[in-house]
């Protein structure tokens, strides 16, 4: 089993800044990759959209609507991921979930079943 216990969030205006945080516990030595995914708006969770994931190493991966913008780190214990988020514009306006899985040669594949609790971020203009 796995926990994910997400926080941060929250508002900001266009422009600003927000940090999200994920720590997981249980059962995640299986598992080399974390990530965040954001569901829109009156979008089903099912179509949520990568933002970035990570695998503890070098190896990251932005959606390109955040590059250089968002920056996603995990702590040495490869049990925390962070994700920076700068420069908000409105389209950043969802619901984000943590998740935790493989990430192999730049893909990550969440573990079926395992999310956070979600955070809504909500971006003014």
């Known amino acids: 089993q796995v926990q994910l216990v997400e926080s941060g969030g929250g508002l900001a205006q266009t422009g600003g800044s927000l940090t999200l945080s994920c720590v997981a516990y249980?059962?995640?030595?299986?598992?080399?990759?974390m990530a965040w995914f954001r569901q829109y708006p009156g979008m089903p969770f099912r179509e949520s959209e990568l933002?970035?994931?990570?695998?503890?190493?070098?190896?990251?991966k932005y959606a390109s609507a955040v590059k250089g913008r968002f920056t996603l780190t995990r702590d040495s214990a490869k049990t925390t991921v962070s994700l920076e988020m700068n420069k908000l514009k409105p389209d950043a306006t969802a619901v984000y979930y943590c998740?935790?899985?493989?990430?192999?040669?730049?893909?990550?594949?969440?573990?079926?079943?395992?999310w956070g609790q979600g955070t809504q971020v909500t971006i003014t203009s």
């Open positions: 249980g059962d995640i030595d299986r598992y080399n990759g």
């Open positions: 998740s935790i899985g493989d990430y192999e040669d730049g893909e990550f594949f969440p573990a079926a079943g395992y």
């Open positions: 933002v970035a994931a990570a695998d503890g190493g070098d190896g990251i």
